[in-house]
């Protein structure tokens, strides 16, 4: 396989993890479909590939610094007393809400890639939660939101959230699906519901990619040039790609529900396994 064709290939899984770490439709269903279709994995070592697959977020990870830097930055001059208490209560509500999931995944990381990580699993969570978006934003048609900001969430909000958040270290699930399901159960607004899950993933995404790069680097393994520029370019391509997926999705939730990613969820999970049932 030529160095052009993996750098394609870095570059079309950098555009799948910048549209679906953001959307509720499952990064990994998708990944793995992108990778059999691919076979870059084939291609590089294991180590790497797995590491490549998680670090590529980093990307992700940027694109809500550069989209939300200002409403998250309670150092800027412009900002009053007042506003910096709020941004500083907002990450104190971050922080709350990242514990569950970092308490649970680094202690399970291992077990989680070891025995979640197969096709029956990642397609079942893909359609179940497909059904869950479908019957709760049916059922929350007539109903009203307690809370429009995320400005508005209690330390109990975050922290419940958070729990949800933590559903999605089974593979399938999505961790902005599990997010933004939980808020919405909760009462949170769509877009509030959303923009926590963006803020959240920040440090979540960012840790998981210092632990997968510690587990590589603790082996002795080092990159090569060439998978260093698969790295490069699957980020760079991850946050341009990021930058416009999350604008789209905070356009789409305040004219229309999820229910149409419900329906995609469950669809796509279906393909999934079918192709996986080919396959053998």
Same mark, same amino acid.
């Given at each position: !396989?030529?160095?052009?064709?993996?750098?394609?290939?870095?570059?079309?899984?950098?555009?799948?993890?910048?549209?679906?770490?953001?959307?509720?439709?499952?990064?990994?269903?998708?990944? @793995?479909?992108? &990778?059999?279709?691919?076979?870059?994995?084939?291609?590089?070592?294991?180590?790497? %590939?797995?590491?490549?697959?998680? /670090?590529?977020?980093?990307?992700?990870?940027?694109?809500? @610094?550069?989209? %939300?830097?200002?409403?998250?930055?309670? #150092?800027?001059?412009?900002?009053?007393?007042?506003?910096?208490?709020?941004?500083?209560?907002? #990450?104190?509500?971050?922080?709350?809400? !990242?514990?569950?999931?970092?308490?649970?995944?680094?202690?399970? &990381? &291992? =077990?989680? *890639?070891?025995?979640? %990580?197969?096709?029956?699993?990642?397609? +079942?969570?893909?359609?179940?939660?497909?059904?869950? =978006?479908?019957?709760?934003?049916?059922?929350?048609?007539?109903?009203? &939101?307690?809370?429009?900001?995320? %400005?508005?969430?209690?330390y109990c909000d975050a922290w419940m959230i958070g729990c949800f958040q933590a559903l999605s270290l089974i593979p399938g699930t999505s961790r902005s699906g599990s997010t933004i399901l939980g808020g919405m159960l909760l009462g949170v607004s769509r877009t509030a519901s959303a923009e926590f899950?963006?803020?959240?993933?920040?440090?979540?995404?960012?840790?998981?990619?210092?632990?997968?790069?510690?587990?590589?680097?603790? +082996?002795?393994?080092? !990159?090569?040039?060439? *998978?260093?520029?698969?790295?490069?370019?699957?980020?760079? +391509?991850?946050?341009?790609?990021?930058?416009? /997926?999350?604008? =789209?999705?905070?356009?789409?939730?305040?004219?229309?529900?999820?229910?149409?990613?419900? #329906?995609?969820?469950?669809?796509?999970?279906?393909?999934?396994?079918?192709?996986?049932?080919?396959?053998?």
């Amino acid at each position: !396989m030529s160095a052009f064709y993996l750098f394609l290939c870095a570059a079309v899984i950098g555009v799948v993890e910048g549209v679906t770490e953001w959307l509720p439709v499952s990064s990994t269903g998708h990944m @793995i479909l992108i &990778d059999a279709c691919l076979g870059m994995k084939e291609h590089v070592s294991e180590s790497f %590939y797995s590491f490549f697959l998680v /670090a590529v977020q980093l990307g992700a990870i940027l694109a809500v @610094i550069v989209l %939300y830097f200002k409403r998250l930055n309670p #150092w800027r001059r412009e900002a009053s007393l007042p506003e910096k208490r709020q941004i500083f209560r907002l #990450w104190r509500c971050v922080f709350i809400g !990242m514990l569950p999931a970092a308490l649970l995944g680094i202690p399970l &990381d &291992d =077990f989680i *890639e070891e025995k979640l %990580y197969g096709v029956p699993v990642i397609a +079942t969570a893909l359609i179940l939660y497909g059904v869950l =978006f479908i019957l709760i934003e049916r059922k929350k048609k007539n109903g009203f &939101d307690r809370i429009e900001s995320v %400005y508005d969430l209690t330390y109990c909000d975050a922290w419940m959230i958070g729990c949800f958040q933590a559903l999605s270290l089974i593979p399938g699930t999505s961790r902005s699906g599990s997010t933004i399901l939980g808020g919405m159960l909760l009462g949170v607004s769509r877009t509030a519901s959303a923009e926590f899950s963006f803020f959240m993933a920040t440090p979540v995404m960012a840790g998981a990619s210092l632990i997968r790069g510690a587990k590589l680097f603790a +082996t002795g393994v080092k !990159m090569t040039g060439t *998978e260093l520029s698969l790295l490069l370019i699957g980020m760079l +391509t991850a946050f341009a790609v990021s930058l416009l /997926a999350i604008r =789209f999705l905070m356009n789409f939730v305040r004219r229309h529900s999820f229910e149409a990613f419900g #329906w995609y969820r469950i669809l796509f999970g279906i393909l999934v396994l079918s192709i996986s049932l080919l396959a053998r």
